[in-house]
């Protein structure tokens, strides 16, 4: 038995080294906190923080008290075990089709106009929400569910402080995930309507513990970095890349974009035949034709103009990003909503729109884009010639909106999913499975020793001692 107790002694010594490695990589966490109020009452205005800037704890009591001054003292806190901004894209009906989002109650709650919106606040600081209700109206937090709720009689001059705590199901499964994001904004819808029902005027807050992706970046508390472009951290790195390549409109710049490669290829009896247009785009005194560009604040247009590629006289690549207002998010993203390849007048059209997305004051980054399978760009429809068609970017970096000066602003990454937080979990877990395993293999091995019970086996011979 002493060698059980050992392995666990061991397998809790590991599990603890590995909460201090999570608290540390906690701190520089960000989740996203929404607030609003029952209809009639308006939230006070806050400074709110520009865009990339983390919310500290500090911080973020300010804004509580600022704008909650004014608001109901039935206090709602829905309290989700994960999220992310990128939620909020991802489910949030951010493609155009409002049936779509899984947040509609939520969505039909805010009024932009009347609510905080915080896109980043620091996960540790988040999690001491429930105290800065609290410390608001001087009521313990009651933890609830819809149907206890439905059971209590709320009245409008007490003050209360009701938590519910909704689950997130994180990891590669989209669809589950989805499915409990729409049954959480179930439960809001639940709770707001029986407030309703019962004349309670709230004030609500959504928000979450962790957050449900980790967004890489060096220090998000200091400004700087994030003005800093990725380009410019990769030109340390590299010996001599490109600069980016830039679309100008009377006389300032207004598209980026950059990549370490660019294929396209064509199907042609029975085989792929490549072209790489790298060395024709990017580079020192090289001058792609631009013709046909254009950008305005909504939409931004980048055709870049080739002669003779795979045997074709013209040649045009063009990338088409809007940028539009989503209500959920209160904030503006672009999309990559067209990427078409035309040559000789014919057409081969691909969309990005569900893949290739950032806030609209980033650029967009990722480490691979092209029109393979399960990639990000997906053939526009069977009547065009995508399907003959393949394209592909390397390290592609893109910037159609906001664009200040050469640089390209803080990039959203499309790899981000896969994070060191994530990396750690991975590993936490297959570490513990092989803890586990040597746990079971002792105790195992400890049975396969008492072979003494075996009624087959020798008999056990006692010394006598009379
Ligand atoms: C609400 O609470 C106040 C103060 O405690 C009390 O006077 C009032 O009767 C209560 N109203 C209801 C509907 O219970
Ligand atoms: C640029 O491309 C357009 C369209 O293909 C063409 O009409 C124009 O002549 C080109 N300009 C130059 C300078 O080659
Ligand atoms: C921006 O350009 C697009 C396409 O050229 C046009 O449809 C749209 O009306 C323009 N928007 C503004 C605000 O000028
Ligand atoms: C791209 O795909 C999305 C989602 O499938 C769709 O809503 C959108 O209309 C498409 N874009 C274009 C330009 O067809």
Redo the contacts with the bound molecule.
Sequence with gaps: MAAVGRVCVNARMILHVFICLFAAAKSDEQVPLVAWASDGFVLSPVNAPSAGHTVSMDELESYLNTALSATPHNLLLFLQDKLSVDDFTMYGGV???KQDSVFQNLEAALVPSSSLWLPSVSSSAAALVPTLLQNQIDAAPLYMNPETLAQLRLNASVAALLVFRLPYSGGADMMSTKEVLSGNDEVIGQVLSIMKAQSVPYTAVFTALWPSRVVEEASPAVQSVWSRSLLQSRRDELPAPNPPLEFKEKGSTCILMWAEKLVVSQYRSGKWERHDLTSQTFGKGVEPNLSGSSCNDTHSRLVLNYEDVLNFRSFKLLLVMNRRHYKVSARHWFTM??VQLEYDGKKASF?G??HIYAPSEYSYRCESVSSSYYAQLSP?SDKDNANDWQISFENFQIQGFNVAGKDFSYASDCASFFTPGIWMGLVTSLLMVLVLTYGLHMIMQLRTMDRFDDPKGPAISVPQTE
């Design positions: 493609f155009g089709n909503d067209l969309n729109s569900r526009h």
